[in-house]
């Protein structure tokens, strides 16, 4: 039999909340990088049409917000990618050590909304692997939108539909959790980073539903 003092250590290890290190910034880091070029290349749709963040701040200036609803929505399509790539980046650093156990992660939203994010990233790259890629090989890569002289890439509205689909997962998650009476735990930083995540994501439903139905 093993040592009873042992394995209370060792428990004690496991329960340990993980702390932010060199490591974690590097993955962070690298996640924030592509979600810029993600952003980038949504940007790069609007510039074809003579629109980009300059032009969109400009316009905030001289009309105000309210002026024109698409200076809301381009602000939100533009931080699409970063909330996928940020959400995939804390699902690599949840599975390192020291993690709470299993029956625990199952109970804590912000796990649950990294989980969506992730499961959606992994879903966007696959449909362009398999789809979007072949589909520009075609010569079949833009589809005209609803919008007057408008074309959204078939990437776009994937990205659009697939973050209204995390937003649903996130709002029946954190549902079933509410009505459960699931305990609040002691949260460490990737926990409340993953609600800050989801809470966002439920934040940004509506206009991603919104320029989705726009696309086609």
């Not at 890629?133 to 005209?144: A, E, H, K």
Request: proline fraction near 6%.
């Amino acid at each position: 039999m093993s040592d009873p003092a042992t394995n209370l250590r060792a428990d004690r290890s496991a329960r340990r909340p993980r702390r932010f290190g060199l490591l974690d910034a590097c993955v962070l880091i690298a996640a924030l990088a592509f979600g810029f070029w993600g952003g980038l290349g949504i940007e790069s749709i609007y510039r074809s049409y003579g629109i980009d963040a300059t032009v969109v701040v400009r316009n905030i200036r001289n009309l105000g917000w309210l002026a024109n609803p698409y200076h809301i929505q381009f602000w939100f399509e533009i931080l699409a990618p970063l909330s996928l790539s940020l959400g995939f980046a804390l699902f690599v650093l949840r599975r390192l050590g020291p993690r709470p156990r299993r029956s625990r992660l199952a109970r804590q939203p912000g796990n649950l909304a990294i989980d969506s994010a992730t499961f959606a990233a992994l879903a966007l790259a696959a449909s362009s692997g398999l789809v979007v890629y072949p589909l520009i090989l075609t010569n079949r890569f833009f589809f005209t939108g609803s919008l007057p002289l408008t074309l959204y890439p078939l990437p776009f509205r994937v990205l659009m539909i697939t973050l209204v689909a995390v937003g649903a997962s996130v709002a029946a998650g954190w549902g079933r959790l509410i009505l459960d009476g699931s305990s609040r735990e002691k949260a460490d930083w990737i926990e409340w980073s993953g609600r800050i995540l989801g809470a966002w994501l439920l934040l940004a439903t509506p206009c991603y539903l919104w320029s989705a139905l726009l696309s086609y």
